[in-house]
């Protein structure tokens, strides 16, 4: 007779108790994923006597590897991790000694954890992963003895940038001890100097606020602009300081603004499903923006999640005969997970069932939780290179604008975010035809709308190559692809005279042939500045006339009006 779970659940709720607990102690990776990554590279190099061979010649023949990489100045063996190395101080020993062994030894770990014959790939992809952090762990850039320029700095300060370093350390324990958020040494509070862009929130439900801009033009396009950020981050990046404010920019070029702005859920919330981010978000919102306009369509846009979640609800539209939208801008957006990056590292099903108990616990994913997972994937950049400079440098750095928002971290509910992780990211429902809304199939290819496809070229969330794939799906008029660089957040808030920005563009008619990415990015010339110049062109030609500013819709919804940034991006 088959084993069933009892109807009382009693065991489910001692299993995610137990995962719940597990998961503080280890950044919420599932130690049976983990466990069944390093088991099945270990099992496949224990049977494979021919590997352990090479193997045991490659430590045999290292020293002399070492010797030739030392003679070698341009140290080009060393691949991309020389431009972590350009202190002048690394070409002479010692350093060159530790730089060479250093560098030789990811190129092995490289080579010996994704060699393996038989490992399942994502397996092979994840043990390498893990070697990787050890590794950047020793790196000699890391540790006062072995960095030169760390020697030199010292040397020349005569050790107060240690001093500076350890008054650091005591600070951020101190903070950590007491729950200090690094908002509160923060310059930037959001209302005083960032989501400014004058406005008023003209509906709000238990899901989001709708925030419509004041016109700061004599006359406006006809044809308004709905943005929809993404649920996992608080909606001002789009609004940051005046200067570079994508919403200012766009009601300085005559545009009527609206924006969505997401509650943070809280256990409350824990049974809001991804449809009522579709209904409550999305299309409440088209109602609201409606009311004010009537009969003019709407220019969606749409950033990460929140482009992701504009394209299902324009596929939906456009099963159900509804044509309100005008065009889709999606922003650091994917609709195609299948190459969604180093974030699969930690996506599959093992590691998801561990996710959804500590999801179920809590009633929601705190931002916070997953931030683990985003640090280790740029280890070098977001953890060991911040350590050296703060407490081994000495450097203070106060947060920016983008560093501020960043720190602002949200909720995500944990049926919604559990239908995102399991039916969109792993198992690619949307792109492949399964993704249901109201009961119903919703495809890409239905949509038949204009898009300007936006991607960024130093993208961990959202690779470029994942973002172009839309190309292959969308049965669009066209499709005007960017990429644009910098990252997946400082490449989208790139207005026009930063310093050292530049992007391709490039227009797919429909009917024309499909270019892959590679290719495109040979034939596609570079231009300098800011993309949102050409993609206001863009939305302009698409906007009809000019004509006086429509009044301020009047409030609707739950609660009180207020005036933005509204209320929702102040919960905490």
């Given at each position: 007779?088959?084993?069933?779970?009892?109807?009382?659940?009693?065991?489910?709720?001692?299993?995610?108790?137990?995962?719940?607990?597990?998961?503080?102690?280890?950044?919420?990776?599932?130690?049976?994923?983990?466990?069944?990554?390093?088991?099945?590279?270990?099992?496949?190099?224990?049977?494979?006597p021919g590997t352990q061979a090479e193997l045991w010649l490659g430590a045999v023949t290292f020293p002399s590897e070492v010797q030739k990489m030392?003679?070698?100045?341009?140290?080009?063996?060393?691949?991309?991790?020389?431009?972590?190395?350009?202190?002048?101080?690394?070409?002479?020993?010692?350093?060159?000694?530790?730089?060479?062994?250093?560098?030789?030894?990811?190129?092995?770990?490289?080579?010996?954890?994704?060699?393996?014959?038989?490992?399942?790939?994502?397996?092979?992809?994840?043990?390498?992963?893990?070697?990787?952090?050890?590794?950047?762990?020793?790196?000699?850039?890391?540790?006062?003895?072995?960095?030169?320029?760390?020697?030199?700095?010292?040397?020349?300060?005569?050790?107060?940038?240690?001093?500076?370093?350890?008054?650091?350390?005591?600070?951020?324990?101190?903070?950590?001890?007491?729950?200090?958020?690094?908002?509160?040494?923060?310059?930037?509070?959001?209302?005083?100097?960032?989501?400014?862009?004058?406005?008023?929130?003209?509906?709000?439900?238990?899901?989001?606020?709708?925030?419509?801009?004041?016109?700061?033009?004599?006359?406006?396009?006809?044809?308004?602009?709905?943005?929809?950020?993404?649920?996992?981050?608080?909606?001002?990046?789009?609004?940051?300081?005046?200067?570079?404010?994508?919403?200012?920019?766009?009601?300085?070029?005559?545009?009527?603004?609206?924006?969505?702005?997401?509650?943070?859920?809280?256990?409350?919330?824990?049974?809001?499903?991804?449809?009522?981010?579709?209904?409550?978000?999305?299309?409440?919102?088209?109602?609201?923006?409606?009311?004010?306009?009537?009969?003019?369509?709407?220019?969606?846009?749409?950033?990460?999640?929140?482009?992701?979640?504009?394209?299902?609800?324009?596929?939906?539209?456009?099963?159900?005969?509804?044509?309100?939208?005008?065009?889709?801008?999606?922003?650091?957006?994917?609709?195609?997970?299948?190459?969604?990056?180093?974030?699969?590292?930690?996506?599959?099903?093992?590691?998801?069932?561990?996710?959804?108990?500590?999801?179920?616990?809590?009633?929601?994913?705190?931002?916070?939780?997953?931030?683990?997972?985003?640090?280790?994937?740029?280890?070098?950049?977001?953890?060991?290179?911040?350590?050296?400079?703060?407490?081994?440098?000495?450097?203070?750095?106060?947060?920016?604008?983008?560093?501020?928002?960043?720190?602002?971290?949200?909720?995500?509910?944990?049926?919604?975010?559990?239908?995102?992780?399991?039916?969109?990211?792993?198992?690619?429902?949307?792109?492949?035809?399964?993704?249901?809304?109201?009961?119903?199939?919703?495809?890409?290819?239905?949509?038949?709308?204009?898009?300007?496809?936006?991607?960024?070229?130093?993208?961990?969330?959202?690779?470029?190559?994942?973002?172009?794939?839309?190309?292959?799906?969308?049965?669009?008029?066209?499709?005007?692809?960017?990429?644009?660089?910098?990252?997946?957040?400082?490449?989208?808030?790139?207005?026009?005279?930063?310093?050292?920005?530049?992007?391709?563009?490039?227009?797919?008619?429909?009917?024309?042939?499909?270019?892959?990415?590679?290719?495109?990015?040979?034939?596609?010339?570079?231009?300098?500045?800011?993309?949102?110049?050409?993609?206001?062109?863009?939305?302009?030609?698409?906007?009809?006339?000019?004509?006086?500013?429509?009044?301020?819709?009047?409030?609707?919804?739950?609660?009180?009006?207020?005036?933005?940034?509204?209320?929702?991006?102040?919960?905490?």
């Open positions: 007779m088959m084993w069933k779970r009892s109807e009382d659940q009693n065991g489910q709720a001692l299993d995610t108790l137990w995962h719940a607990l597990q998961g503080h102690w280890t950044m919420n990776f599932s130690p049976v994923a983990t466990g069944l990554a390093v088991g099945d590279w270990m099992s496949h190099l224990a049977n494979s030392r003679e070698d100045s341009s140290g080009e063996d060393g691949g991309l991790l020389d431009s972590r190395f350009t202190d002048e101080g690394w070409s002479m020993e010692p350093f060159l000694t530790f730089r060479c062994l250093y560098q030789l030894g990811c190129a092995r770990w490289h080579d010996l954890s994704l060699g393996i014959p038989g490992v399942e790939p994502h397996h092979g992809e994840f043990v390498s992963f893990l070697g990787r952090q050890w590794l950047e762990l020793f790196s000699p850039r890391n540790c006062l003895a072995t960095n030169p320029g760390l020697l030199r700095q010292t040397r020349d300060e005569k050790g107060e940038n240690l001093w500076r370093g350890v008054g650091h350390m005591i600070e951020d324990c101190h903070d950590r001890l007491m729950g200090n958020s690094p908002l509160d040494d923060s310059d930037f509070e959001v209302g005083r100097n960032i989501g400014v862009t004058p406005g008023q929130v003209i509906y709000r439900n238990e899901l989001m606020e709708l925030i419509q801009y004041s016109p700061s033009t004599p006359h406006v396009f006809s044809d308004p602009v709905l943005i929809v950020p993404a649920w996992i981050m608080k909606y001002y990046i789009l609004d940051l300081s005046p200067e570079n404010s994508m919403v200012a920019y766009l009601v300085g070029q005559g545009h009527t603004v609206f924006m969505v702005s997401w509650k943070n859920p809280g256990t409350e919330d824990r049974d809001v499903d991804f449809e009522d981010y579709l209904e409550l978000g999305v299309m409440q919102a088209l109602g609201a923006v409606e009311t004010v306009l009537p009969g003019r369509k709407v220019h969606g846009v749409g950033y990460c999640l929140g482009g992701t979640l504009l394209a299902i609800a324009a596929a939906a539209m456009a099963r159900d005969g509804d044509d309100r939208l005008k065009s889709l801008t999606l922003m650091a957006a994917q609709t195609d997970f299948t190459e969604a990056g180093e974030l699969m590292l930690f996506i599959d099903s093992a590691q998801l069932s561990f996710l959804e108990d500590i999801m179920r616990f809590q009633g929601y994913l705190d931002i916070g939780q997953m931030a683990g997972a985003f640090q280790v994937l740029r280890a070098y950049d977001l953890i060991w290179s911040r350590a050296v400079n703060r407490y081994i440098k000495g450097e203070h750095q106060p947060l920016n604008d983008l560093m501020s928002w960043n720190a602002d971290a949200t909720r995500m509910p944990s049926r919604m975010h559990s239908r995102y992780l399991r039916d969109l990211f792993l198992n690619n429902d949307f792109s492949e035809g399964r993704f249901k809304v109201q009961g119903r199939h919703v495809v890409i290819s239905d949509i038949h709308l204009p898009i300007f496809l936006v991607a960024t070229q130093r993208d961990h969330v959202a690779p470029w190559t994942s973002v172009y794939k839309l190309n292959l799906a969308a049965d669009a008029r066209s499709i005007t692809f960017v990429l644009t660089s910098g990252g997946h957040n400082s490449g989208i808030v790139s207005e026009p005279g930063h310093p050292g920005r530049h992007y391709r563009i490039a227009t797919r008619h429909e009917g024309d042939i499909y270019v892959p990415p590679e290719q495109w990015v040979k034939e596609t010339p570079l231009k300098e500045g800011s993309w949102w110049v050409d993609w206001q062109a863009w939305l302009m030609a698409a906007s009809g006339k000019q004509g006086t500013p429509p009044a301020m819709g009047r409030f609707s919804g739950e609660g009180e009006p207020s005036p933005a940034p509204g209320r929702y991006v102040f919960g905490r």
